[in-house]
């Protein structure tokens, strides 16, 4: 876990996302604030449509051209990023903030063997000489667990695994030492086996090259497990912020509460059980929003949810959305452990038979 | 909490997505397809109703009134508004008429030409493996063959006719509806609907009529208005060089190859019917063009 | 065991090219499985990508037939049977909600669609069932007359929920239905199946990669890892005491919401399943941490170990159940 006091590398106040539409104006971000610290780990959770997505867009500044941008501050490094101009904004991108996306084999092309995209990145962004940037793609190949990473060099993206290929966009991510690391659902297409060693990877570079790190997800258990801190979006906003261990053990928000109901957990929901969930859908993000966006889902819903909600805070960096200031704990951590089996600790499988 | 609602209750908020205005709405907000199908409408009405837009009998002759120039010239009057040609017809019932043989003959080959390329792409789509290889090889046989080339050459052996031209045109120019017919196919069949209609234990003409071909028929409507335009023109180049229709029918082509003596004296006689056939072609494929975008916003023209 | 539905020795091979050139290979989708389930139960079936399990999903839906092997509904080999009378027996539930429903259609045709096919009553009879069929799923009448276009993934799923039923078929195979919705409306559909279960005496079969959905609706779970069943047990044992390496690692793998538990390390090293190349022997060999000397030779047996059945050379057929 990272101190409360290392530097913020990112700091984001008030983003905003307009895309005009043929109808309407369109928010798909409302007033979104964050901020990430050397060292940590930030999960944006949300489902789809929340706009976690176009959040992680407009930091990198890869909107579509109708969508507009604009934000009290959006700092990276201490440098403006709103004022920084597009030919800043590109050589910041890939250099010192990159992105990982979720589908390895779109993300790479298909044309160009893994040691030609490795290289060209890096080169183009360090001005390195062939040679100096093989050596650097080997050393990251490497570093991301593939073994003989000269032959893959030689390889084209079809001729690995999904599991290899996302290991080879981490590396690309990672050529030119990025201080920010950007990833968009990068477990989400992969196994379930591959998606745990793709994260453990993820926490283990992080730690090592002290990089800040925004995990963009939809799988709470993924949140779990990785993030340090926790942003949970609902229609566009976030609607409550806080550490890993704050929000699951005592969520404040309606919809945070609700999601959490809503995953059957082995050792902890009953099987055959009904799962918790949440009415209705997503109301539609076009037009200003008065009030509570979640309010017509909510359970405990009242009249002061159409006015505008202050953002309540409780301690450094613990923030929620609602008018209520009620709190839920969900079964203590011990009951947990209790209740599972040794196995699923995450502890090595142990000898099966004697 | 939520837990306790039934099913039904927790849809009471739902939103149902506004529905798509009508195909109709869709259609004529679409201006390449308004302007492109109401040029092609007024033509179809010419053409339907030509005894009634044609001021003369367009075989009559009057050797008399030869070459007489339009209205817009000096020596032209509004007895003949498109004078007349080399033989004294007058030429706007010509070019009356002869919207009908160029709509017939668009429309005939492409429904001819239509059924048999769909009919062979949604059997090599739907079912594939060897059977998909035997049409693709009598596709490519197919697209070995100069259409013009043929065309000439039966028409040369069995003699130049409208019905002819037809039948040759429409048992030669299916390649193009096989082909993406075949693709179309092959995408929908790919899709879950369609093993869920095999797992209802429908025969495979059910799910071909009813779960394939609705589904594939934007794009056989858009390649069908291509191809109508593309007869069209054939036929036109086929009168051109003589071994298409026979005079003395009106057809546009037939018009321009006995317009071409005239061509520097009596501009007109080639230049009219030159821009009513560029006319034609220019408005069905911007209808079809219209169409792409409407039924398949997604894909690139 | 009375099992309603059993396959036997289910194989199901295709001829891939290997490239241009190079002799067509041999693709083992499903390579010998005997599974089944009993009237009222809920079979899981788990697996990641390249171990079969839609493969075998098709082959009990009738819509690939096995290359090898028999698929026995009640006791009767399926393949002496009516196709279409089986079909009104067993019927399916597909991942994609937005490529199971034919968008052309509206929703009330959807549904009735099966009705159609077997002729069963008149137009509006037909539609009357489906309206029916629809507001047993949560979809009041007035959206029989949309098309699907105009619903949400969970609704959608709801549709071909419906369409599956209309039929009232004894068996309802449902191939990932949950795993392309939002975790709000996957629980909800969880839900309503479990519900739908008990009203219409369903059995379901249950194919996903999700361990922690498995777990909460099957009765029983089989584990298949590249065309083979690995290991099949009643859920409560598996999950509690997985005996194969690979069921380790998979539930291993399961991210519990649990923040104070780091990110498991589930000892599989970098290779990974080819189902072109598959190893030789016990195809898991590669990439298991507790192998041992025969494991790159022979195949394992199925072996009924007291508290499950497993293929793996850790338990030898000689050891009966204790």
Same mark, same amino acid.
């Given at each position: 876990m990272s101190a409360a006091e290392s530097p913020v590398v990112l700091e984001v106040r008030r983003l905003h996302v307009d895309i005009r539409a043929a109808s309407a104006v369109v928010h798909p971000v409302r007033d979104v604030s964050f901020q990430v610290r050397r060292g940590e780990t930030l999960c944006i959770v949300g489902e789809s449509g929340c706009g976690k997505s176009m959040t992680s867009l407009a930091l990198m500044g890869l909107l579509p051209r109708a969508a507009l941008r604009r934000a009290q501050a959006l700092d990276f490094l201490g440098e403006d990023l709103l004022q920084a101009s597009a030919s800043r904004q590109n050589a910041l991108r890939g250099d010192r903030m990159a992105m990982v996306f979720q589908e390895p084999m779109t993300a790479l092309n298909p044309a160009y063997t893994i040691g030609e995209q490795l290289v060209e990145h890096y080169r183009h962004h360090r001005g390195a000489s062939l040679a100096q940037a093989r050596e650097r793609a080997v050393e990251l190949l490497h570093k991301v667990g593939i073994a003989s990473a000269a032959e893959r060099l030689r390889q084209y993206p079809h001729q690995l695994s999904g599991g290899l290929r996302q290991r080879v966009m981490i590396a690309m991510a990672l050529m030119c030492a990025p201080e920010l690391l950007i990833a968009d659902e990068p477990s989400t297409a992969l196994d379930v086996t591959i998606q745990a060693q793709i994260l453990r990877l993820l926490a283990d570079l992080q730690r090592e090259l002290g990089i800040a790190m925004v995990l963009i997800t939809h799988d709470l258990g993924v949140v779990a497990r990785i993030a340090d801190r926790v942003a949970v979006m609902y229609a566009g906003q976030v609607v409550e912020e806080g550490t890993a261990a704050e929000i699951f053990a005592r969520p404040r928000h309606p919809y945070t509460r609700g999601l959490l109901e809503c995953i059957p957990v082995p050792g902890r929901t009953a099987p055959g059980s009904r799962l918790g969930s949440i009415a209705g859908v997503v109301p539609s993000l076009a037009g200003e929003l008065r009030g509570c966006a979640f309010r017509a889902r909510c359970p405990q819903a009242q009249s002061a949810c159409l006015q505008e909600i202050a953002l309540r805070e409780a301690g450094a960096g613990r923030r929620w959305r609602c008018v209520i200031d009620e709190e839920s704990v969900i079964p203590a951590q011990a009951e947990i452990q209790n209740a599972l089996g040794p196995d699923l600790r995450g502890d090595k499988a142990r000898r099966v038979v004697q | 909490m939520s837990a306790q609602l039934p099913a039904l209750a927790e849809l009471a908020a739902v939103e149902i997505a506004p529905?798509? =205005?009508?195909a109709l709405r869709r259609l004529l907000a679409n201006k390449a397809l308004v302007i492109g199908g109401g040029i092609l409408l007024a033509i179809v009405v010419l053409a339907v109703f030509a005894p009634l837009f044609? =001021?003369?009998?367009?075989?009559?002759?009057?050797l008399a009134n030869r070459t007489v120039p339009p209205v817009w010239y000096a020596q032209g009057s509004w007895a003949h508004p498109l004078g007349t040609d080399q033989l004294g017809r007058d030429y706007l019932s010509r070019l009356v008429y002869g919207a009908r043989i160029s709509l017939l003959i668009g429309g005939s080959v492409a429904v001819i030409s239509g059924l048999i390329g769909t009919t062979l792409g949604l059997v090599a789509g739907y079912f594939g493996g060897r059977i998909d290889m035997l049409v693709s090889f009598v596709v490519t046989t197919r697209l070995a063959m100069p259409v013009i080339l043929v065309a000439l050459a039966t028409v040369a052996l069995v003699g130049g006719s409208l019905w002819v031209v037809i039948l040759v045109l429409g048992l030669l120019k299916w390649d193009r509806f096989a082909v993406v017919m075949r693709s179309a196919t092959q995408q929908v069949r790919s899709l879950e609907y369609v093993a869920a209609a095999q797992a209802a234990g429908a025969s495979t003409a059910r799910i071909i009529a009813g779960e394939v071909l609705p589904n594939v028929l934007p794009h056989l409507i858009v390649v069908a208005s291509l191809e109508a335009a593309s007869a069209i023109l054939l036929e036109a180049s086929l009168s051109f060089l003589g071994l298409g229709v026979q005079p003395p029918l009106p057809s546009w082509g037939l018009m321009i190859s006995e317009a071409k003596a005239y061509m520097f004296f009596s501009f007109w006689l080639i230049a009219i019917p030159g821009a009513a056939l560029a006319l034609l072609i220019f408005a069905i494929n911007l209808a079809g063009d219209g169409l792409h975008q409407v039924f398949m916003p997604h894909e690139r023209s | 065991m009375s099992a309603l539905l059993r396959a036997e020795g289910l194989r199901r091979t295709f001829s891939v090219s290997a490239g241009a050139f190079r002799p067509r290979r041999l693709l083992h989708a499903v390579n010998g499985v005997d599974i089944g389930v009993e009237r009222g139960g809920v079979l899981g079936i788990v697996g990641e990508s390249g171990c079969g399990k839609s493969t075998l999903a098709r082959m009990l839906l009738g819509l690939t037939p096995p290359t090898a092997g028999s698929i026995f509904l009640d006791g009767q080999d399926v393949s002496t049977l009516d196709r279409r009378a089986v079909a009104r027996r067993i019927q399916p539930v597909f991942q994609d909600p937005y490529s199971?429903?034919?968008?052309?259609?509206?929703v009330a045709s959807i549904v009735a669609f099966p009705l159609e096919v077997h002729a069963i009553g008149g137009k509006a009879q037909r539609r009357a069932q489906a309206i029916e069929m629809l507001e047993r799923v949560g979809l009041p009448a007035r959206y029989a007359d949309l098309t699907p276009g105009q619903l949400s993934g969970g609704q959608r799923q709801r549709v071909a929920i419906a369409r599956a039923l209309v039929m009232k078929p004894e068996i309802v195979v449902c191939d990932e239905p949950t795993s392309a919705l939002d975790v709000s409306v996957q629980a909800q559909i969880l839900n309503l199946l479990l519900d739908l279960r008990e009203s219409f005496q369903l059995t379901y079969v249950f194919i996903s990669h999700n361990l922690a959905v498995v777990e909460h609706i099957a009765t029983q779970v089989a584990v298949m890892y590249l065309g083979r069943v690995v290991e099949f047990a009643a859920t409560r044992t598996l999950f509690a005491r997985p005996q194969h390496p690979y069921t380790q690692a998979l539930l291993a793998s399961v991210?519990?919401?649990?923040?104070?538990?780091?990110?498991?390390?589930?000892?599989?090293?970098?290779a990974f399943p080819d189902p072109l190349h598959p190893p030789s022997g016990c195809a898991f060999h590669p990439r298991c941490p507790h192998r041992v000397a025969g494991c790159e030779r022979e195949l394992p047996a199925l072996v009924d170990t007291g508290a499950g059945r497993v293929a793996c050379h850790l338990f030898p057929p000689q050891e009966t159940a204790r």
């Open positions: - | 529905p798509r =205005p009508s044609a =001021p003369y009998d367009p075989y009559v002759q009057d | 199971s429903l034919n968008p052309r259609r509206t991210l519990t919401p649990d923040p104070a538990l780091g990110i498991p390390d589930t000892g599989l090293g970098l």
